[in-house]
């Protein structure tokens, strides 16, 4: 899988040390709200969500008619929500507090699918909930980037994501990457079981930090 140049110029600008773990974190539905924010969004343009199933396309419809939106509209309504609410998602419960505790021990960097017009603004709504950590915008799929970051270290490497795809993608691109498997929404967690390519589900954030706390300790950190 290629890394996209805009990608890549991103990750190049890490300062790693390569004596330390990393973490590598998914901002939505992991450390930030993304389903609750989008519902608002949804409301605002009488649309709303119904949450039938673990996807985007045929569960966002009409209020006037109960209609499921053209699966071609989703592209820019999406784009459209980040424009407006990234600057605004508020911190996944724990999430602030888990990080700050973890980053004792690894280094973390967040990689995201936010849009990279709005990457400035997920950094500073990141930072306003106690979460400054350096932030990459990838574009597709995550195998790529986690590969290249993680040759940035010698030691361990963890990988936490909310879409199976994702954890797929890392599985067949970096398979040393220990990943976890975190969706922060109740109502969409229960939609979807462990992905197939995870080591661990976590269904909370002490949940997490438990497992990681105690997998840095089994390697030696």
Same mark, same amino acid.
């Given at each position: 899988?290629?890394?996209? +140049? ?11 040390? %390569?004596?330390?773990?990393? =973490? ?15 519902? *608002?969004?949804?409301? +605002?343009?009488?649309?709303?969500? @119904? =949450?039938?199933?673990?996807? &985007? ?44 505790? &973890?980053?004792? %021990? ?26 400054? !950590? ?13 590969? !290249?970051?993680?040759? =940035? ?9 909310? &879409? ?8 067949? +691109?970096?398979? *040393? ?7 922060? @929404?109740? %109502? ?17 954030? @002490? ?6 706390? %105690? ?7």
């Amino acid at each position: 899988m290629k890394l996209h +140049e805009d990608v890549k110029a991103q990750a190049d600008e890490l300062t790693l040390d %390569r004596s330390r773990p990393l =973490m590598l974190v998914d901002a939505d539905e992991v450390i930030l709200q993304f389903a609750s924010c989008l519902e *608002e969004f949804l409301h +605002e343009n009488e649309l709303y969500f @119904d =949450m039938a199933s673990f996807a &985007l396309t045929g569960n966002i419809k009409r209020k006037a008619d109960d209609q499921a939106i053209a699966a071609e509209e989703i592209g820019a309504l999406i784009g459209q929500f980040f424009v407006e609410k990234t600057e605004h998602q508020p911190p996944v419960k724990g999430a602030p507090e888990a990080l700050a505790s &973890l980053s004792e %021990r690894a280094q973390i960097v967040v990689v995201t699918n936010v849009p990279l017009q709005q990457r400035e603004a997920r950094i500073r709504s990141l930072k306003k909930h106690n979460m400054d !950590y350096p932030v990459v915008a990838n574009i597709g799929l995550k195998g790529a980037i986690i590969r !290249y970051i993680a040759d =940035m270290v010698d030691t361990p490497v963890y990988f936490i994501d909310d &879409l199976p795809h994702n954890l797929t993608s890392v599985a067949q +691109e970096a398979d *040393e990457v220990h990943r976890i498997h975190f969706i922060a @929404d109740e %109502r969409l967690a229960k939609l979807l079981g462990p992905a197939e390519d995870s080591h661990h589900r976590a269904d909370s954030w @002490d949940d997490a930090h438990a497992y990681l706390d %105690r997998h840095l300790a089994d390697q030696g950190f």
